[in-house]
């Protein structure tokens, strides 16, 4: 990767943002909104700038402190709106659309908020290989409502994100991706609270157990559970720790590698 076209995609960015007149930044703790934060508080100043981070069900409990964390210490407000994409049907029906109702209640919840904060847009860290990527409906809901994407525009993709962030000692640089629980639920499965609670609870309990693992997933299958790790948690993966998961209400447990995306399997055997 040239490091020319870097500083060329971070000087675009930089433009970018010092055109807006002031932004919320939808930030949800991952390298992406993260690195925007930064890079929006290097072009406009702290002042001119806040974050926001959705808090419903459908947030990993231990993502929220190291959100406040990371925005206090680049000087911005940061801010912990409750949203309520529970109540949409189509969010809770868990199909195929279920992104687009969740982006949908977030840029409804953060429009009025950035209006009220005298601040221009929303901008979300949407990346340029999120923009290629297929399936993406909540990106559209966003488009719809009006929000911007800098990374994006500015042609930056998620690799260069990263090597950006680290240059800039951002603690994001390398933090594993990490969608929200809903996620973990297989299409046509209702998404309820109780059922979002127990992937968390699964999840962290699964960490505790392994202890360094990069990636972990409690896919919800219904009764059963799928968990995917990464090649060296998985190879220490044995009964003991999908008892682990067993135990917050997953009648049969499996192992298997961890895939980016993979409940959309089911999507593209349908198609």
Not at 104 to 116: I, K, Q
Not at 133 to 145: K, L, Q, S, T, V
Not at 195 to 204: H, K, N, Q, Y
Request: charged letters at 25%; a neutral charge; glycine letters at 8%.
């Amino acid at each position: 990767m040239a490091v020319t076209d870097l500083e060329d995609r971070l000087a675009a960015l930089d433009a970018q943002l010092r055109a807006l007149d002031g932004v919320l930044v939808a930030f949800s703790g991952g390298a992406d909104s993260a690195f925007l934060l930064a890079a929006a508080v290097r072009a406009l100043g702290p002042d001119r700038v806040a974050a926001a981070t959705a808090v419903s069900p459908s947030l990993a409990a231990n993502e929220l402190p190291a959100a406040r964390a990371y925005a206090e210490g680049l000087g911005v407000r940061h801010l912990v709106p409750g949203t309520d994409e529970l109540s949409r049907e189509g969010y809770t029906a868990n199909g195929a659309d279920r992104c687009f109702h969740c982006k949908a209640t977030l840029l409804d919840t953060l429009r009025p908020l950035a209006a009220s904060l005298g601040l221009a847009c929303v901008a979300t860290g949407t990346n340029a290989d999120d923009a290629v990527a297929g399936f993406r409906p909540g990106i559209r809901a966003a488009a719809e409502r009006g929000a911007v994407t800098p990374l994006r525009d500015a042609g930056l993709t998620k690799a260069q994100v990263r090597q950006a962030s680290r240059a800039w000692g951002l603690v994001t640089a390398d933090k594993p991706a990490l969608a929200c629980l809903a996620s973990r639920i297989a299409y046509g499965v209702q998404v309820t609270p109780a059922r979002l609670s127990r992937v968390d609870r699964a999840e962290t309990a699964l960490r505790a157990h392994l202890g360094t693992a990069e990636h972990v997933r409690v896919r919800d299958l219904g009764e059963g559970a799928r968990v995917e790790l990464d090649p060296e948690a998985l190879a220490r993966c044995d009964e003991r720790a999908l008892d682990v998961v067993r135990r917050e209400g997953f009648a049969d447990v499996v192992a298997a590698a961890f895939r980016s995306g993979s409940m959309n399997d089911a999507l593209r055997a349908q198609a």
